[in-house]
């Protein structure tokens, strides 16, 4: 098993920044994939980006250029710096672990709003 806890969200207004922390424990095995998923009202999951333990990112189109995520693997952490928010941006931030073997695990969520 592996827990999740997100921390960084909040209130900002359009044009400011934020910073996601999700720290992982438990069965934490190498060559996995942690990221970023965010969930509008009414709207299935997307993917923000995600990065591989080998340091290899992927973004979504929507935030290239104004998120940044990085990770820590000494301490099963990854963060998601997020610049120049917009009000679209405002959802409920999801962390996500994959295994080797492509299990899932998701984090509670934390919310992000971005007032304009």
């Known amino acids: 098993q592996v827990q999740l806890l997100e921390s960084g969200g909040g209130l900002v207004q359009a044009g400011g920044s934020l910073r996601l922390s999700c720290a992982a424990s438990g069965s934490i095995i190498g060559g996995n994939t942690m990221g970023w998923y965010r969930q509008f009202p009414g709207k299935q999951r997307e993917l923000v980006a995600t990065?591989?333990?080998?340091?290899?990112?992927n973004y979504a189109d929507s935030v290239k250029g104004r998120f940044t995520i990085s990770r820590d693997n000494a301490k099963n952490t990854i963060y998601l710096q997020m610049n120049s928010l917009r009000p679209e941006d405002t959802a409920v931030y999801y962390c996500?672990?994959?295994?080797?073997?492509?299990?899932?695990?998701w984090g509670q969520g934390t919310q992000v709003t971005v007032s304009s």
């Open positions: 990065s591989t333990s080998g340091g290899i990112t």
């Open positions: 996500t672990y994959r295994s080797p073997w492509l299990r899932d695990y």
